[in-house]
């Protein structure tokens, strides 16, 4: 059965996804804390960080169409295997568009893709929001556990658009320094801004682990 291979992918992903978060924001302070490296240094390093970046991008894209997939499989959405494999193809076009997003980044086309790969993620929140509380699927046979997991999935994505934005003025000073050259100011600014994103990634984990025992003990 199809589901015998969903569900150890499905598994295998969460540890996927926490790895790369964990070289990500480790590479990422190291990069900030080291100002007495050369700027062609720590541009190579920052680029490697958002190179892994990808990573946990994949790793949500996953992880939103393998879990509907399994779903229906254990009957708790309706559909049958159509619409299973329709979430699966759906993911795979996914994919394929954050990793469009990823090598046009720098084109002219870049802000525009960036910006609908930022809305799918609100529209994403809004849909696993919706389901969770029963404004979507409230007569579907899903068990409480699941709805508080999928809760708990949507304040994990959430968290990944707060790290983005606690970002946005550390890489805009990364941009002056580019420009103009390090000043004590500037290497602050860095350090305070890679602290703002370590404590959302810090409750993204929380909010993983948490989806990780809501999946095994089942409570209601």
Do not use: K
């Given at each position: 059965m199809i589901i015998e291979w969903l569900l150890p992918l499905h598994i295998a992903i969460l540890g996927y996804w926490l790895g790369s978060e964990l070289v990500i924001n480790s590479t990422f302070r190291y990069v900030c804390a080291q100002p007495g490296i050369p700027i062609g240094e720590r541009n190579r390093l920052m680029g490697h960080v958002m190179t892994v970046d990808q990573h946990v991008r994949y790793a949500l894209v996953l992880q939103?169409?393998?879990?509907?997939?399994?779903?229906?499989?254990?009957?708790?959405?309706?559909?049958?295997?159509?619409?299973?494999?329709?979430?699966?193809?759906?993911?795979?076009?996914?994919?394929?568009?954050?990793?469009?997003?990823?090598?046009?980044?720098?084109?002219?086309?870049?802000?525009?893709?960036?910006?609908?790969?930022r809305a799918s993620r609100y529209v994403l929140i809004a849909l696993l929001l919706a389901t969770a509380i029963g404004l979507i699927g409230a007569d579907w046979p899903m068990p409480g556990w699941l709805r508080l997991k999928l809760g708990l999935f949507a304040a994990v994505v959430a968290c990944g658009v707060g790290i983005r934005f606690a970002l946005i003025g550390l890489f805009r000073t990364w941009r002056v320094i580019q420009a103009e050259g390090s000043n004590t100011d500037r290497e602050q600014s860095l350090r305070q801004g890679a602290r703002h994103g370590t404590a959302i990634v810090c409750l993204l984990w929380l909010f993983i682990a948490a989806i990780t025992v809501i999946s095994v003990w089942k409570p209601f």
């Open positions: 939103a169409s393998l879990g509907p997939a399994i779903a229906i499989h254990y009957g708790y959405i309706p559909g049958g295997p159509a619409v299973a494999n329709g979430f699966l193809a759906f993911g795979v076009l996914w994919l394929g568009f954050v990793e469009l997003v990823h090598r046009l980044r720098h084109g002219s086309q870049g802000h525009i893709l960036a910006a609908i790969d």
